[in-house]
């Protein structure tokens, strides 16, 4: 693949990671802002009224602003860098991971960034709305969600490679199982290894703690099903345009 496809590539994912950004930012405000007011609100009533005494420090960035501007800036622009990241992602994986069209390397490459670095690290270390968890674990609470997204990524290249070095032996199918559950068992090897938290105090309602984490995971969800379909679009009719319409058969004399 030469650098100008790499290049149209990478802006056709650019803008598929746009679209895909709308979708997700449309998810998180119908489904994910109402559990984080709710959320706020618990931990204003438990914090007490101090506010209402002007003893609170003012707010820098208003809660309306980090629902609207705030959460808008934030959601695009990563679905712009997710998109830029896995139009390279489909680059390298185009060709090597079978012999399939543009459509379905870009579905798979989906699959597997919302597989690495979202559904792997969210069973390990789920989402917490505002009022949950420890300010002082939150420093080595984040580095480790962090590395396990590393740790997740590596093992499903791995996994990949694993896969492909097997393919002539086993079969495409039976390789692509054997692969599949060795990346299982890394991962939940990486689960037994690293420690846990549950900072969930005794009075949050868990309906609404599951209703935010299941908000998130469906913003996420979103965000790489709109790019896997609509880059695909785009991927497809870069590398293999329609061909042109045949000339009408001219009538026999």
Known sequence: ??????????????????????????VAHFLGEPRVDAAIAL??????AHHDHGGGE??????????TGGLA????????A??????????????????????????????????????????????NPPAVGDGDTIGRRTALFFLLVLLSVLLAVGAVILGRRLAPRLGNGDAAVTA??????????????????????PDFPGQLLWQFRLATLAVQATLWAVFGLVFGVLAER???????????ATAAA
Request: one cysteine or more.
């Open 1 to 26: 693949m030469n650098i100008l496809s790499v290049r149209a590539l990478l802006v056709r994912g650019m803008l598929a990671g746009l679209a895909a950004g709308v979708a997700a930012l449309l």
């Open 43 to 48: 931990e204003e009533h438990a914090a007490g």
């Open 82 to 127: 997710v998109g830029g990241v896995a139009a390279i992602a489909f680059c390298v994986a185009r060709g090597r991971i079978g012999r399939h069209g543009p459509r379905a390397t870009a579905a798979f490459v989906a699959l597997g960034g919302l597989i690495a670095l979202h559904v792997v690290p969210f069973l390990k270390y789920p989402a």
């Open 180 to 201: 599949g559950a060795a990346f299982l068992l890394a991962v939940t090897l990486a689960y037994v290894f690293l420690p846990s938290y549950n900072e969930v105090g």
């Open 58 to 67: 003012e707010e820098l960035v208003s809660r309306t602003m980090q629902a």
């Open 73 to 80: 800036t934030g959601v695009l622009v990563f679905g712009v």
């Open 238 to 248: 870069l590398l293999a345009p329609a061909a042109p319409p045949r000339p009408a």
